[in-house]
Structures are given as C-alpha cells and as structure tokens.
C-alpha cells in the first residue's frame, strides 16, 4: 500500500522560507516521477512543482525562482524548498507520484497524504 506523509509547513511572514518534506512508503521510489501539489481555499488542486525519475525539474510560473524541488532515492523522499513566500501561497500542500500523458501530469494515484498547511502573513 502506498503510503505519502507530508511536513513542514507553518506559519511564515511574508518573505519566509519554509522546506517541505514528503516520504513515502509502499513503492519503488526511484523510478516514478514526483510532484507538489497546492490548494488555497476555493480553489482547485494545482501542480507546483515537478521532478522526474532522472531529477529534470518544472514549475508553475507563480513559483518559478522561489521554490526549488528536489528528491533523495535513498530515503524515499522529495522535497520542496520555498524561498520569498507570498501571501498568495498560502494552501494546503501534498505531494503526489506522477504520469506523464500526452504532455502532462497527472496524479498517479487517486487517494492523498493528510497535505501540510502553509499559511503566510503580509
């Protein structure tokens, strides 16, 4: 069964940094691709930031310059690093295996972790 557990999210002014963690468990990590995944309140679940099986990188133009994903195969886990935080990042994070389909991501599996609250003051 696989398993994502998110962290390290809080609450950060304006400019902030904060570093998110996401370990899964219950797959072979390495060769799946992996994304981040935001929703603000109101909103629908949009992809952030992604990393492939061979650590090639893309990210949504709001985020681009401010966030940097990363991953670490030994330990089954991804990262994401956000630097220069705005209050208009404020949402709940997940992480998510990936599928890459006709030019496009899509979460691998339907069920989410518990995500991780962000929330940033101005």
């Known amino acids: 069964q696989v398993r994502l557990v998110e962290s390290g999210g809080g609450l950060v002014q304006a400019g902030g940094s904060l570093r998110l963690s996401c370990a899964a468990s219950g797959i072979i990590f390495s060769i799946n691709h992996m994304g981040w995944y935001r929703q603000a309140p109101g909103k629908q679940r949009e992809l952030v930031a992604s990393i492939t099986n061979r650590d090639s990188t893309n990210y949504v133009d709001s985020v681009k310059g401010r966030f940097t994903i990363s991953r670490d195969n030994a330990k089954k886990t991804v990262y994401l690093q956000m630097n220069s935080l705005k209050p208009e990042d404020t949402a709940v994070y997940y992480c998510?295996?990936?599928?890459?389909?006709?030019?496009?991501?899509?979460?691998?599996?339907?069920?989410w972790g518990q995500g991780t609250q962000v929330t940033v003051s101005s």
């Open positions: 998510n295996f990936l599928r890459y389909v006709s030019g496009n991501y899509y979460p691998l599996f339907d069920s």
